[in-house]
């Protein structure tokens, strides 16, 4: 059973801080991996990764995989209180079209 | 671009009656629609897969004679929680695959979601 790990659950830093969340997956037939912001309502998308080892960048925002460790990270770097928000990872793969997401990882940017 | 709205966005309703929820793909085409439910601190649970024009692919332990999904057209699928109860009180999410071709294309943005409270 295809199955995706975020650590940690939950996280509480400063503002300024720079934070990296985890993301880890069993996935048969990986193809790809998302991670999103999810706010008050709905999840917002902030990546997509396929290949390892290509990180990609979004202001304060970076991200990268690796496919040898079946996992992921998301930096966020000199946080600000805007960036509080859970932030869930889920897998894609070739066996279907939809998303299996991790528990998601709750972070709170103090001031 | 890639705008999905949903309507309503906050329905209460009393116990035995049904709801509709429209999920709609504002500048795209998508032939996939997806609707998951969320638990307060919980993470995304995805209930059913949605084809436009074509039966529903539900996950296992949901119930697809309560949560009716139509996909009529490209840019509209409905959940209809059928003779809702307290315990279908949730947080309903739909998205919507953006359409760039074939393979799969992956990202999926969601709209905005509708609050379910069931009295």
């Known amino acids: 059973e295809d199955k995706v790990v975020q650590s940690p659950l939950s996280l509480v830093v400063h503002e300024g801080d720079t934070v990296t969340l985890n993301c880890s997956y069993e996935?048969?037939?990986?193809?790809?991996l998302l991670w999103y912001k999810q706010e008050k309502k709905a999840p917002t998308f902030l990546f997509m990764l396929t290949s390892s080892g290509i990180e990609k960048k979004s202001g304060r925002l970076s991200s990268i995989l690796d496919k040898k460790e079946l996992s992921s990270i998301l930096n966020i770097t000199a946080t600000q209180t805007g960036d509080s928000a859970i932030y869930l990872c889920?897998?894609?793969?070739?066996?279907?079209?939809?998303?299996?997401f991790g528990k998601g990882t709750s972070l709170l940017v103090t001031p | 671009g890639a705008v999905v709205s949903q309507h309503p966005s906050w329905v209460i309703c009393k116990s035995g009656t049904s709801v509709k929820i429209e999920c709609r793909s504002l500048d795209f085409q998508a032939t996939t629609m997806f609707w998951y439910r969320q638990f307060p601190k919980q993470s995304l649970m995805l209930m059913a897969t949605?084809?436009?024009?074509?039966?529903?692919?539900?996950e296992q332990g949901v119930e697809k004679d309560k949560f009716l999904i139509n996909h009529a057209s490209l840019t509209l699928s409905t959940l209809t929680v059928t003779s809702a109860h307290p315990e279908d009180s949730s947080f309903y999410i739909c998205s919507a695959e953006s359409f760039h071709g074939r393979p799969y294309t992956d990202t999926q943005y969601f709209g905005p979601g509708t609050r379910l409270t069931v009295l």
């Open positions: 996935v048969t037939n990986f193809r790809s």
């Open positions: 889920g897998s894609a793969s070739n066996s279907g079209y939809a998303l299996n």
């Open positions: 949605s084809n436009e024009g074509s039966k529903a692919t539900y």
